[in-house]
């Protein structure tokens, strides 16, 4: 029970079974991502229509078996067609027209092997039309199977991690190496923070090796949204400065895209967009302009024109939010 309120922020909504699990046959381990990532593309107060979307789009690919990651590229799909506005019903008749993640593409062309009752179709042929797989086998270094037989289990660790999981992997990486090892920390420590006026909380840092942090003030931010933070750390004072996430220091605005203008391409949900053409390509419609990635889900989004690519709406990554402009394209 302790623990359990520690993790609150985590809990999925549901604080007692519910005979809908029946219909949409969502693993108990993906609901509470699924209802996550819902939120963080701004679907949260729709997940009972994701939910009737799960299940429309398993019957789609062939009533997979769910586990990881099989049930993610359900998830996956379901997420896109709330995004877009597409029903499951569209995507069936028209699978080669529409945007797919990366996942469903994968998928449909094999990365996670064969379904027990083979690929549904003619759905996997339609989606597939032009459509390669993102990525092709690529044999283990010398270097890299070197690592594999380390003696540091630390070592051999972080290369298969690499190896398994190559964006996760370096997120991973970019993190410790910016912030620490932060396993080290009390877990409401962690998640919850400080508050002014703490004092001694003792963090360990290995055998014998402890860390005794107070928090002693907060200054007010400044037009850049920094503020001066007053830690005590073994009985001594450290001030830095800290970005305040939660104010809006910048002072331009946005372009937004134009519904009326078909070359314009806009942002579907919020997340973080790659964009893979630059002003003055050539682009056919259909053709990637750009990935966006929300909560472990990559999408890609497509021309919906032919013409050349006149300029982009901010720079090559950033992070959007709905209706932002990617690109605007000049129809040929």
């Given amino acids: 029970e302790s623990v359990r309120r520690l993790y609150r922020p985590f809990e999925a909504g549901l604080s007692a079974p519910t005979g809908t699990v029946y219909n949409h046959e969502i693993p108990g381990g993906q609901l509470s991502n699924l209802r996550q990532q819902a939120i963080a593309v701004g679907l949260g107060h729709r997940f009972e229509e994701i939910e009737q979307l799960y299940a429309a789009c398993d019957k789609l690919l062939g009533r997979i078996i769910k586990v990881t990651p099989t049930s993610k590229v359900v998830g996956d799909l379901a997420l896109q067609l709330a995004a877009n506005g597409v029903s499951a019903d569209d995507l069936a008749n028209d699978p080669a027209g529409a945007d797919l993640p990366d996942s469903v593409v994968g998928f449909l062309h094999g990365e996670l092997g064969e379904p027990v009752a083979g690929f549904p179709e003619p759905f996997r042929s339609k989606a597939l039309e032009g459509r390669r797989p993102k990525n092709d086998p690529v044999p283990i270094a010398e270097s890299v199977r070197e690592r594999l037989n380390d003696d540091d289990p630390v070592v051999v660790r972080s290369t298969l991690s690499a190896l398994l999981f190559p964006k996760q992997a370096t997120d991973f990486m970019e993190h410790a190496d910016t912030y620490g090892d932060l396993s ?149």
């Fill in 184 to 332: 080290r920390l009390p877990t409401h420590l962690f998640w919850y923070g400080m508050e002014v006026g703490d004092s001694d909380v003792p963090i360990s840092l290995g055998r014998g090796v402890r860390l005794l942090v107070g928090l002693d003030a907060i200054g007010e931010p400044d037009e850049k949204g920094m503020r001066r933070v007053v830690f005590r750390l073994n009985g001594q004072l450290r001030p830095i400065d800290v970005r305040d996430r939660s104010i809006d220091a910048t002072t331009g605005t946005v372009e937004q895209a134009d519904p009326a203008n078909p070359g314009h391409v806009a942002a579907p949900f919020t997340g973080v967009v790659r964009m893979q053409v630059e002003p003055g390509d050539k682009v056919e419609a259909n053709q990637p302009v750009a990935v966006i990635e929300a909560m472990k889900m990559e999408s890609v989004i497509s021309a919906p024109v032919s013409g050349t690519v006149e300029r982009l709406g901010g720079p090559e990554v950033r992070s959007v939010e709905p209706g932002d402009l990617l690109v605007a394209i000049t129809p040929s």
